[in-house]
Every structure is written in structure tokens, then in C-alpha cells.
């Protein structure tokens, strides 16, 4: 009790120290704004007038985000046209004459182009402090002058090759040994340069992790430790030999757990232990921080060495929100400003408390939280030297200089580099200026009062509880997320699912007809493609007489299963996909081995099958209400009745999602079914059936029949006992099925209805304003994830002249770094293709391309030959849009780049296939972006993203031309064909008389 009293008299001093800081922080602050005479008026009144409007805004960002990618006036014309159409009437009115009045290629818009790259760059030069080592130089030099300390962050592109990583640690190197010496030469500043424990270096630099590794991935965190902790040994060595500083920055929330193992790891190594000068960033948006921080603070004290902890509030908080949302996963970030206002109070204290261990830098603008900080650090009389202050380069350089002046080293960190790719970060602080919440925008351009700016973030608290992503839409259906592999609980189910599944390869899988087990004299050996000598499993072959004896089962079960009512038939899916989620990790270990898939890949089947389930389950429910449209004296029904048996044909490239969807649908529908997979993946089958049997359909609904293609295939297309073939796979075998099933039997009864989705040649078109960081990866990971096995891949990507030698340059070098491996390891992006078969079509569709284009990029994996499927990554160039590669689907990792002069002929080449089942573009002009939604030929068109996973409901699948038949999967549509539209007309009227509609309380007249 007395040590509860204790604390609370502290914090009150806490607090009351706190606010007189305040009063006298502002009241230098009131005294310090800019003048009109400075270039930071003029911006900060730019930035003020974005302020106001929040179209204008988002639209100003966007534009100068793509800016430096604009090489002519007439492009930047074009593009400030197509950004400020829709917001004109709010822009200031010389902005608007000038738009309106601008062409692209007249002295006017040549004007205007000058003046907007002119502002941008004056901008960007606010915030990021050069794009070379002499104008970094000059920087620092200016900073020192100026009382300020530093420390210097290297902008750069988004690494996605090795080539880029170890250009990225070069730079650091290069620039540690450039300015250590440099800066030798100052003369002595006993603010800056000694704290409490001693001499401080003056070169300080910060570095992010993931920069140091193209494949940083928390799913592999061994593979992904044994490629950063080189190249950060190199820095770290670099930085002890010249008396530098090296800061690792926290990145976003996937990335932490790793970024601390690394950073601990390395450093407990005794080359490292008594190394000082390093530290480590602490985001106080994230609930997990005090945790991380004592355990920091338990590590520290197991090294015996102290580090230093920048405390900051976050910077990555629309990143995880966004990414949360859309995956469905718990918000891993306070949602609430107060919230992290609060938590950062108390890291403070946490921090100031143990500052012996972990050396504090406050890093923030928000003067509440600084003046606690300094309060707290004076009640436990810490000298200001034990800490320092650190703000962002080009952000309340006032605060900055009270800070200095009260005696504070404070640090400026500093970003420097090339504006092409330091534009995502002068961005991220113009969001930071003008956000609601920001406090440079509360405290000078609205002038909010003192009382609130310093108002104790407890005041705000409340009663709250965590705030969960969802993506519930108003169908009330909700997409299964996906499973987060950068948290250590998800890789250990998985690693542990792996091995128990492991240890049940080589079992016998019967034949399931009427609910009767039947074993055959001839059965198909399932091999794992990642290494062909195991078998998966031994499943029986049907014979034509089974697939006939499946077909009566069906055929017989029907009638009362087709009158089951549909609640209960819905009840019946949401009871598989719920008997999925427990087994989740064991299914995607059985496809992992069956079929090759990787972690992530093989659990986003088993997500979409459960969507599947839950989805079509829905929609049934609302196709069961009849629709009525009565008048008086007649009523009228129109309603869905089941079509009959259905035969389920299914690829293996999905072994358990697409099975599952074809089948949920004619189930839920009330059809029966003869569940035909593929031979490759039958093991993953048997198990669905397993699924489907536990969840106590009647014997006979559902028929599991495995077997060869061409035996028993013939007889389930051609029995008039069936009404409808839902068939996954080639176009040659989707046209037969077709022309089969158009074949009138004189015993059938019913015209047989085929849905047929038949692959695609999917492009991608690269626009010369494309952000070539997501342009790269999105292109990359579509064509070679899960080794171009789908058939949503990416094997064409159509790029316009100006920019296709870098893309290709970075697109080669990015698909070197691309992991080959068995799909059981972690840190696999190509696994083998599905079996030998597959592995020599597509190495003649390579040789087809050597003779007909250039090779520009050869993975080979001639080291895993002998233990399985694998063909790594090719890429080709210089391909006509005739050739063989650029028309024919290849399923497998092959891409062929085209070259296109403009748009018109990109669109026009990505057309120019028999397929049309999805396409993309990376743009970024509103009005091209508009063309491809319009003019691009495919069922599912992507923008600014990969065009591969599409999910239930938010992306229903499918296309037409050569690439389908029928409606698309997880859509609205879908269920439809299952089913025959019925209407029922009643005369109501008897003798002169009908009963009143419900409702009708009208009264006949006298």
C-alpha cells in the first residue's frame, strides 16, 4: 500500500514537473515560428492548404509521389490534368485557370511542368538532406553548426535482389569511412559529444535490417539470419574501426520479432559483446512494447554491455492497419493516438529507470511527451546528458532549437538519397504534417490551446478492448485469414504438422461409392514432387464400372437429397469448413508433400476451401427465399430447384480449394455428386472425403472417385445420368468435355450444362510512371510463386520502351535472390513442378524459346535433379508476340517480356491471346489505369498489384474466350448454374373474391 502511495505521489510530481516544462517550452516556441520571409512559410502555407481539403490532399500526394518517375513536361502536364480533374473546383483559382488552360506541349503547361518539379524539389530538399556525399557533408556540417547532432538514414529502393543489398551495404560502408575522418576535424562540443558514460561518436548512422537481405522473410528466420548476419557483422566491424555509431530502425510489426533476434543474437557474440555504440528503435504504437523492452532490458543485463533504445511513437500505422484489415488478422497497433501517447509515458519512465542499461533517445515532435520525458529524468535526478532528444530532419526545427538551448543534445536523424526513391519517404512526412492528429499541425497551423497539447494521455483512457480486423461484408460472409507465419506459434504448428504427417506417407486410400470403402486391383502412387522417391500414398484407380456404379449411387441419392431443405444442406458446409479449421496446418501439410506447395501457398489453399464453404453456404440461404411478385388475384413464385447429378472434375494444382469449391456448390445447390480429383493429387482428396464423411452426409450424396483421366473421365461426361460437369484444367480437355457433353444421349433426359475454367496467358503491363519497386515484386512473385502453377500466373509482361531495360535489369536480378528448394522448407518461394511429365513440357517450351527470343535469365536447379520436379525461374526477352512462349499456356516458371512503344500497343499484345482470364497493370496516371479497366480483355483485371490470389467473394474468378465456360467461383453468379429457375403462377381468385395481400389494409369502397 505505502509503495502504491509512493508511486502515485511521484507520478503527481511527474505530472506537475511535466507542465511547467510545458509553459516554458511554449512560451519559447511562441516566439520561434517562421516568417514569410523564409522558404519554410511558403511551404508550411502549401501544406496548410492541402490541410483543408481531404480529396486535394490525397490527390497532391499521389501526384508527387509519381513525379520524379515524369521524365517529360508533357508527362507532368498530363498528369497533374488527370490527378486535379476531379478535385479542380477545389483548388485555389490561379491553379485551376492554369490546369484548364494548360496543353501538355505548350509554353504554358512547359510553365507549369517547370514550377510543379520546382516545388517538389524545393520540398523534398525540406526533408531529405541530399542526394549526394558532398551535399551530406555540407548537411552535417550545417547541423553541427547549429548545435544539433545526427544521425543519417540511406533512402534508397525497396531491395529485392542481393545485387541491391550489398549495393545497399556498400553505401554504408562507403559512408562510415568517408565521414568518420571528416568529422574528426570539429572542434569539441561537450553537449553533443559526452553523455554520462562517457565519449560519444559523432558519426551516427541508421540502418534497417530487411535492406541487408532481398529475401528478408520472418516465415524462414534461420535462412533469413544466416543472409542478414553477414552483412551486419560487416557494418558492425566497420563501425567499431572508425568510431561510428550504427542504429538498427524497426520496421513494420511482421518484421520485429526477427529484427530483435538478429539484433541480439549478433551482438551477444563475443566479438561484439563489449560493443556500446549500437542500438535498436522501440515503436510505442505496438502493445507488445513493454515486453520487448524488458526483455531488452534481461538481455542487456545477461551482455553486460549497455545499448541505447530510440523510443519513437511509429511510423507504419495506415501499413499495419491496412494490411491487418485485409487480411483479417488482430490490429497489432493502439488505434488511438491517447493510447500511444500513454504507452510512450510509460516506456519513458521504464526506460529513464533502467538508463544505465538501456541509454534513452526520446524520438518524437510531441511536446507533452518530451517535456514528461524531461520531467521524469529530473524527478530521478538523471542528468540530461544520460539521454538525448532526437527529431526528424526537416520537422520543427523551432522545437528543435529550445530543445538545444535548454541544454538537451538533440539529434537530427537525417535521410539522404536519390528523390526517385526518396519520394516514398517525403511523402510519409507530408502525411505526418498534415495528419488530424499531428502535433506541428495542432500547435502552428491550428493553434490549438496549451491546455491541450499537454493534456496527460491518461485523461483520454477509457474502457476498450482489442480491436480485431474484420472484413465482414454486408453478405455477412468473412474471408478466413490467412495464417501469420512471422509469429513463432504458427511456424511451430506447421514445422509440427509437417512431421506427424510425415510419418503417415505411404498409407492406402480406397474408393468411397454409396458410403461403401471399395479397394482396386489397380491403384495410382501419389509421389511428393519435392522428392519423387516417397510416396504420399497409394489411392485405388477407378475402373469405367466404378465411375457407372458412382453415377447410380448419385443418381439414386437425389431425390432426397435434393429435398433436404437448404438450411440444413448449408449447415452441412459450414460443418466441413469448420472440421477444416481444426485440421488446418495437417491439411497444408499433406499438400505441401502431395503437391509442392510452399507454407505460404499451401495454407491459402485450405483458406479458400474453407471460403468456399462458408460462402456458397450463404449464398444458398439467400437463393431460398422465393422471390414473389404478386398482383391482386395472383400470386407468383420464382424459386431454384436442384439440376441432378453432377460429375466434379478437379486440377491438382489446388488440390483441396478448387475440389472443395466445385463440390460445396453443387452440394449445397442439393445436387449429387462423383468427385473425380486429379491422379496427382488424390491423397489430399481422400482426405476432403474424409472431411465430408465426418460431417455425416448421407451415404451416396457424395462419391469419391479416383482414377485415370482417360478411363473413367469418358464415361462421367457421356452418361445421361449426369447433368452437369464442373471441370478445372487445360483447354484441350475443358473443349473436349464440351463437345462430349453437347452430344445428346436418347436416354438422357436433360441438356447437360458444362462450367469449365480452362487456363489463361495472363499479362502484365509495366507503365513508364510504374513504381518499379511494386512492379518488380508484383511481376516476380505472379509468375514464379509456386513455380507458375497456377492458372491466374503471370507468363507475359508487356513493358513500354522507356523503362524496359531497368525493369528487366532489376527484374533478372531480383529472380536470382528467388529460392529453389523442397516445398517443406520455410524459406521456399519455387518449389518443384508437379511431376515429370509437367518438368519436360515445360523445358521444351524453354528450348521453344531459345530459338525463338533471348535469355535473359537461366535459374538452374540442377542440384536437386536427382530428388525431384525442379525447373527454376527462366526469363526471355526480345519475344514477339507471335512466338510460341507469348501464346501457349506453359504452366510452369517461364516468362516472356515484350516490349511496347505506348499503351495502345501494350493493350493491344496483351489481347492478343486466345485467353482472357486475368491481366494487370502497374500505372500510375488515373486515365491509364481507366483504359486497362475499360479496354484490357480478361475476367479479372488487377491494378497496382499481383494478379495471382484471388479470394472468394472480394475476387470472384474466372474468365472466358478459350480461358472458361460458365459464371465465376466465388461469386455471386456461381451457384446459379447449379440450379434450374422454376415460377409458379396461382390464380387466387374465386368467384369475384381474393384474399387480401398481407399488408393491404385498404378498404373496398361503399
Request: charged share 25%; aromatic share 8%; glycine share 6%.
Amino acid at each position: 500500500m505505502a509503495r502504491k502511495k509512493a508511486s502515485s505521489s511521484l507520478n503527481q510530481k511527474f505530472e506537475q514537473r511535466t507542465q511547467e516544462l510545458g509553459q516554458q517550452i511554449w512560451g519559447l516556441l511562441e516566439r520561434r515560428e517562421p516568417t514569410m520571409f523564409e522558404k519554410r512559410w511558403w511551404d508550411d502555407r502549401i501544406l496548410s492548404w492541402a490541410m483543408a481539403d481531404e480529396s486535394v490532399k490525397v490527390q497532391m500526394f499521389r501526384f508527387v509521389d509519381v513525379l520524379p518517375m515524369l521524365r517529360s513536361h508533357e508527362s507532368i502536364v498530363s498528369h497533374l490534368q488527370e490527378y486535379f480533374e476531379d478535385v479542380r473546383k477545389h483548388l485555389p483559382w490561379a491553379a485551376r485557370i492554369g490546369l484548364e488552360l494548360s496543353q501538355p506541349n505548350s509554353v504554358l503547361g512547359r510553365a507549369l511542368a517547370l514550377n510543379a518539379r520546382s516545388n517538389a524539389r524545393r520540398m523534398a530538399s525540406r526533408f531529405i538532406a541530399g542526394s549526394t556525399v558532398e551535399q551530406v557533408h555540407h548537411t552535417v556540417d550545417r547541423l553541427r553548426s547549429e548545435n544539433f547532432a545526427f544521425t543519417l538514414d540511406l533512402l534508397g529502393e525497396a531491395v529485392i535482389s542481393e545485387k541491391e543489398a550489398e549495393s545497399y551495404l556498400q553505401a554504408y560502408l562507403d559512408l562510415i569511412k568517408g565521414l568518420s575522418p571528416r568529422v574528426k576535424k570539429w572542434s569539441e562540443n561537450v553537449q553533443l559529444d559526452w553523455d554520462n558514460q562517457g565519449h560519444l561518436p559523432r558519426t551516427n548512422v541508421s540502418i534497417k535490417l530487411s535492406a541487408l537481405c532481398s529475401q528478408f522473410k520472418p516465415t524462414d528466420p534461420v535462412g533469413t539470419m544466416a543472409a542478414v548476419q553477414p552483412r551486419l557483422k560487416r557494418l558492425l566491424r566497420c563501425a567499431m574501426q572508425h568510431d561510428a555509431y550504427l542504429h538498427v530502425d524497426m520496421e513494420q510489426n511482421s518484421y520485429k520479432p526477427l529484427t530483435l533476434e538478429i539484433f541480439k543474437q549478433t551482438l551477444m557474440e563475443k566479438e561484439f559483446r563489449d560493443f556500446d555504440n549500437v542500438g535498436i528503435v522501440i515503436q510505442a504504437y505496438q502493445p507488445e512494447a513493454e515486453k520487448d523492452l524488458k526483455d531488452l532490458l534481461k538481455w542487456t543485463k545477461k551482455r553486460k554491455t549497455p545499448i541505447w533504445i530510440r523510443l519513437v511513437k511509429g511510423a507504419y500505422w495506415d501499413y499495419e492497419t491496412i494490411t491487418s484489415q485485409y487480411h483479417g488478422w488482430p490490429i497489432p497497433v493502439y488505434q488511438e493516438k491517447w493510447e500511444s501517447d500513454a504507452n510512450f509515458e510509460k516506456l519513458t519512465q521504464i526506460l529513464l529507470e533502467n538508463y544505465q542499461w538501456l541509454r534513452p533517445a526520446f524520438g518524437s515532435h510531441n511536446m507533452r511527451s518530451l517535456a514528461h520525458a524531461i520531467a521524469v529524468a529530473h524527478e530521478l535526478d538523471i542528468p540530461p546528458s544520460a539521454y538525448e532528444i532526437q527529431m526528424l530532419y526537416g520537422m520543427g526545427k523551432e522545437q528543435a532549437q529550445v530543445f538545444a538551448e535548454m541544454g538537451h543534445r538533440v539529434r537530427i536523424y537525417t535521410p539522404f538519397g536519390e528523390l526517385i526513391p526518396g519520394m516514398a519517404y517525403l511523402v510519409r512526412r507530408l502525411l505526418e504534417n498534415t495528419s488530424n492528429d499531428s502535433f506541428l499541425r495542432q500547435s502552428f497551423s491550428e493553434h490549438v490551446n496549451l491546455e491541450t497539447l499537454m493534456m496527460n494521455p491518461s485523461d483520454h483512457a477509457k474502457q476498450t478492448s482489442e480491436k480485431n480486423a474484420s472484413d465482414e461484408t454486408t453478405s455477412g460472409f468473412q474471408n478466413e485469414p490467412l495464417i501469420d507465419f512471422s509469429l513463432e506459434e504458427s511456424r511451430t504448428q506447421m514445422q509440427e504438422a509437417l512431421e506427424s504427417v510425415a510419418d503417415q506417407l505411404g498409407k492406402e486410400y480406397p474408393l468411397l461409392i454409396n458410403g461403401r470403402a471399395i479397394d482396386t486391383k489397380t491403384t495410382i502412387t501419389s509421389r511428393n514432387p519435392s522428392h519423387h522417391d516417397e510416396a504420399v500414398g497409394t489411392v485405388s484407380s477407378a475402373s469405367a464400372d466404378d465411375a457407372i456404379d458412382a453415377i447410380d449411387a448419385a443418381r439414386r441419392a437425389f431425390p432426397t437429397w435434393s429435398k433436404t431443405e437448404p438450411e440444413y444442406r448449408s449447415e452441412y458446409l459450414e460443418l466441413i469448413a469448420a472440421n477444416m479449421r481444426r485440421r488446418r496446418f495437417e491439411l497444408a501439410a499433406w499438400i505441401v508433400y502431395e503437391c509442392g506447395k510452399p507454407w505460404e501457398e499451401a495454407d491459402g489453399d485450405v483458406a479458400e476451401a474453407i471460403d468456399f464453404c462458408m460462402y456458397y453456404a450463404n449464398q444458398m440461404r439467400r437463393l431460398a427465399e422465393p422471390l414473389n411478385c404478386n398482383v391482386p388475384g395472383e400470386e407468383n413464385a420464382y424459386f431454384y430447384r436442384p439440376r441432378g447429378t453432377v460429375a466434379v472434375i478437379a486440377p491438382w494444382n489446388f488440390p483441396l480449394a478448387i475440389l472443395t469449391g466445385m463440390t460445396a456448390a453443387a452440394l449445397v445447390t442439393g445436387n449429387t455428386v462423383v468427385m473425380k480429383p486429379a491422379e496427382q493429387s488424390s491423397v489430399v482428396a481422400a482426405k476432403l472425403m474424409d472431411l465430408i464423411h465426418e460431417s455425416g452426409i448421407p451415404d451416396g450424396v457424395v462419391n469419391f472417385l479416383p482414377g485415370i483421366g482417360e478411363e473413367v473421365g469418358p464415361e462421367l461426361v457421356g452418361s445421361p445420368d449426369v447433368e452437369l460437369i464442373t471441370f478445372t484444367g487445360s483447354r484441350d480437355v475443358g473443349l473436349a468435355i464440351n463437345e462430349s457433353a453437347s452430344e445428346t444421349d436418347l436416354r438422357q433426359n436433360m441438356v447437360k450444362r458444362v462450367i469449365a475454367e480452362m487456363g489463361g496467358k495472363n499479362a502484365i503491363i509495366i507503365d513508364d510512371d510504374a513504381d518499379l519497386d511494386e512492379a518488380v515484386l508484383g511481376v516476380m512473385h505472379s509468375a514464379f510463386n509456386y513455380a507458375g502453377q497456377k492458372c491466374s500466373a503471370c507468363s507475359r509482361v508487356i513493358v513500354l520502351e522507356s523503362i524496359h531495360d531497368t525493369f528487366v535489369e532489376r527484374l533478372v536480378e531480383a529472380t536470382k535472390s528467388l529460392k529453389i528448394g523442397p516445398a517443406e522448407e520455410p524459406g521456399t518461394i519455387v518449389g518443384p513442378v508437379i511431376d515429370e511429365d509437367a518438368k519436360q513440357k515445360i523445358l521444351e517450351y524453354i528450348e521453344a524459346g531459345k530459338e525463338e527470343a533471348t535469355l535473359a535469365l537461366a535459374c538452374e536447379a540442377t542440384e536437386l535433379d536427382e530428388e525431384g520436379y525442379y525447373v527454376g525461374p527462366h526469363i526471355f526477352t526480345d519475344v514477339d508476340s507471335t512466338c510460341q512462349i507469348a501464346q501457349e499456356e506453359i504452366f510452369g516458371p517461364v516468362l516472356a517480356v515484350m516490349k511496347a512503344d505506348d499503351m495502345d500497343e501494350a493493350i493491344s499484345i496483351a489481347n492478343d491471346t486466345p485467353y482472357a482470364l486475368t491481366a494487370g497493370i502497374y500505372s500510375r496516371s488515373p486515365a491509364n489505369l481507366n483504359r486497362a479497366r475499360r479496354d484490357l480483355v480478361a475476367g479479372n483485371i488487377y491494378l497496382n498489384r499481383n494478379i495471382t490470389g484471388a479470394m472468394v467473394e472480394r475476387h470472384p474468378f474466372g474468365g472466358f474466350k478459350m480461358s472458361g465456360i460458365g459464371s465465376k467461383t466465388g461469386g455471386p453468379d456461381y451457384l446459379l448454374q447449379f440450379l434450374i429457375p422454376v415460377n409458379v403462377t396461382e390464380n387466387t381468385m374465386r368467384r369475384g373474391f381474393a384474399p387480401t395481400a398481407v399488408g393491404d389494409d385498404s378498404e373496398e369502397e361503399q
